[in-house]
């Protein structure tokens, strides 16, 4: 995700984004499983499905991560962690998967969360990150009750990181305000399929997001 103080997300020279099915693995004969290492693959799979469904099932209560205790923030990390072991595409900015819109489901950033802020000047509605891969850029878009939003320059560093430089924020998606030159930050993706993205910003903080609509742009 992107944020003032973490950056956040973010891509690289990619393309758009087939259709889900064009992206399933394709497997020969034999009742699914190739020669050529289908079997392995399955298996990586169903592991991989398993701890993404415990992982949404468990941040699902905690409002995005302001409701999170330490002992469930930490329980967060552990799965975090575990996927990102398992991360089936290695090469996240090259990879058509990375555009779209994403919705925000749990992050550690305060500053996104607004935990600072009185309950009432908190985002209370859904949080989305659009990525455009071909056109190096990134949006970050508040809805309810303010509907703030920010947009952001790509430049790749790695196969997973990129630097984001923050270029214009809109208060109530309104009054355009430019951001100052020191607004940038680093991100990683350090996890990517057709559903579920998990990145880390450059000052420790966690995203985990899952794709809304692979087809929107901005």
Known sequence: MLSGRTGALPASTVCRRAGRGSRLPVLAFFGGVNLFGGAKMSSKSASIATKKQELLDYIAPLQRGVAASPEQAARVEEMAAA???????????????????????????????????????????????FIDGPGLRAKNQETAPFYNSVTAELSPMSKSKVAVQFKQ??????????????ARG????????????????????????????SSATF
């Open 186 to 213: 680093e991100l990683e993706v350090t996890f990517l399929d057709d559903s579920l993205r998990v990145s880390r910003g450059d000052k420790g903080n966690l995203f985990i997001l899952v794709q809304s609509d």
């Open 169 to 182: 924020f809109k208060i109530f998606n309104l009054l355009p305000v430019t951001a100052p030159p020191s």
């Open 83 to 129: 996927l990102e072991r398992l991360n089936p595409t290695p090469s996240p900015l090259a990879s058509p998967l990375l555009n779209g819109r994403w919705r925000l489901e749990y992050t550690t950033s305060q500053s996104i969360l607004g935990t600072n802020k009185p309950a009432f000047l908190r985002p209370s509605g859904p949080i989305y990150q």
